[in-house]
């Protein structure tokens, strides 16, 4: 499949495709060790796979300002993460609510700081540089499809963000240090 391709099916991709309702899940929050410790790659076809997909999805939609969500986040040890930038006034591409299993950054360009805060650290922001161009694999959950696709700006930055998660890393983890975090002035 290539990155057109891979694109428009991540594009196309709707949480309807699961067959399953998606539950609300208690997000856990720094210091709780499943945040710092790298997740398992994950069968994106198993049922239980299919289900934390759809309780990701269903987990941010219902948390204001969220624009990411990984399993670890819900305290699941697994690389699997939700995102939806659609409505952030930063995003240039847009590919709408995606879930993605065992993703991975396979190229970046053009590395930019910018402030990012999480719900696993809600009392924090931070500045931290990302690439700003970003090409992405991963596996959809349900139909096990690897797609590979391209993209940009906030959404290249909320990706990086959650594959961390994935990974064991928080924004924290990225800042330049002390002087690079900030109490956060907004909750939403």
């Known amino acids: 499949m290539t990155s057109e391709q891979g694109s428009a099916r991540v594009a196309g991709w709707s949480e309807t495709e699961l067959g399953v309702d998606g539950r609300v899940l208690d997000v856990v929050r720094a210091p709780d060790g499943v ?12 049922a239980d796979v299919v289900q934390l997909a759809a309780d990701l999805v269903a987990t941010m939609r219902v948390s204001p300002g969220c624009v990411g969500l990984a399993a670890n986040q819900v305290g699941v040890g697994v690389r699997v993460f939700c995102v939806d930038v659609t409505e952030h006034p930063k995003t240039r591409t847009r590919h709408g609510t995606f879930v993605l299993c065992n993703a991975e950054v396979v190229e970046s360009s053009r590395n930019e700081k910018a402030r990012e805060g999480c719900m696993s650290v809600p009392d924090l922001t931070g500045d931290v540089k990302r690439a700003s161009r970003l090409t992405v694999r991963g596996q959809l959950p349900g139909t096990g499809e690897t797609v590979s696709f391209a993209t940009d700006a906030f959404e290249a930055r909320a990706l990086q963000h959650e594959i961390d998660h994935t990974d064991g890393f928080l924004f924290l983890d990225r800042v330049a240090g002390a002087h690079a975090i900030y109490p956060r002035q907004t909750y939403l």
């Not at 945040?35 to 198993?46: E, K």
């Open 35 to 46: 945040l710092s410790a790298r997740g398992a790659d994950v069968d994106p076809t198993a």
